[in-house]
């Protein structure tokens, strides 16, 4: 089975810098996609970011970056220009050929003004 | 269309009492997930469909535990004789799928119904 481990139970970053949250997971399975999912305090999950592991580029969305590394089963996000609106949980997330999405336990990010 | 939509918002209950959620997803979505979400833990898998048809339901978590999707559009979660340990989020999500063994991988959930078992 698949798991997933976030290692960071909470991070916290000055406003406009930069934090890397951890994610790394184990599976057996060769073609999958992870996920890093924004969960604010109305509890909606909100996809911010997927890296497809075929893929060797690494996905950006805005200020938002991966450093996939397949051979090590890690999966960071970057978030630069930190804003009070990126206070949140994030989940990273794994989904492969069963399609059930895998999440680790969260970490918690602050946001200081 | 606004979304995925899960109702009720809350919901608080009674040890033993049998409890009903329902979700509506996107109107063209074929695929229906549940999830159950505990607090400061990642949503755990429980069940999906691909139109009416359940095509995983070894996660959920026990007997007490069904799910339906009768007419392949919204669904419905019981849980009977809840126990306090069934306190949690349960979260639905929806997809569209080409076809039914497909990895689909743009989720959207709704807000959830978040249950309190007295």
């Known amino acids: 089975a698949q798991t997933v481990t976030q290692s960071q139970p909470e991070m916290s970053v000055q406003e406009a810098e930069t934090v890397t949250l951890s994610c790394t997971y184990d599976t057996s399975e060769s073609d999958y996609y992870l996920f890093w999912y924004k969960q604010p305090p109305s509890r909606q999950m909100i996809l911010v970011i997927r890296?497809?592991?075929?893929?060797?580029q690494n996905a950006t969305e805005n200020r938002f970056s991966v450093n996939f590394q397949k051979a090590a089963k890690s999966f960071s996000l970057k978030i630069s220009d930190s804003q009070l609106g990126d206070a949140a949980m994030y989940f990273c997330?794994?989904?492969?050929?069963?399609?059930?999405?895998?999440f680790g336990g969260g970490t918690r990010l602050m946001v200081k003004p | 269309d606004t979304g995925v939509s899960q109702n009720p918002r809350h919901k608080i209950t009674k040890r033993g009492q049998n409890v009903t959620f329902r979700c509506d997803p996107i109107?063209?979505?074929?695929?229906l997930y549940w999830y159950r979400q505990t607090l400061g833990q990642g949503p755990e898998f429980l069940t999906y469909f691909q139109n009416e048809a359940q095509l995983e339901k070894s996660r959920l978590l026990s007997d007490r535990f069904s799910a339906e999707r009768p007419k392949g559009s919204f669904s419905t979660l019981e849980i009977q004789r809840t126990e306090q340990g069934d306190s949690a989020m349960y979260l639905c999500?929806?997809?569209?799928?080409?076809?039914?063994?497909?990895?689909?991988?743009?989720?959207?959930f709704g807000s959830g119904t978040q249950l309190s078992v007295l």
């Open positions: 999500a929806s997809s569209l799928s080409a076809w039914a063994g497909a990895t689909n991988e743009k989720l959207f």
């Open positions: 890296q497809e592991a075929y893929k060797q």
């Open positions: 997330a794994y989904l492969g050929a069963g399609n059930m999405l895998t």
């Open positions: 109107s063209e979505h074929n695929r």
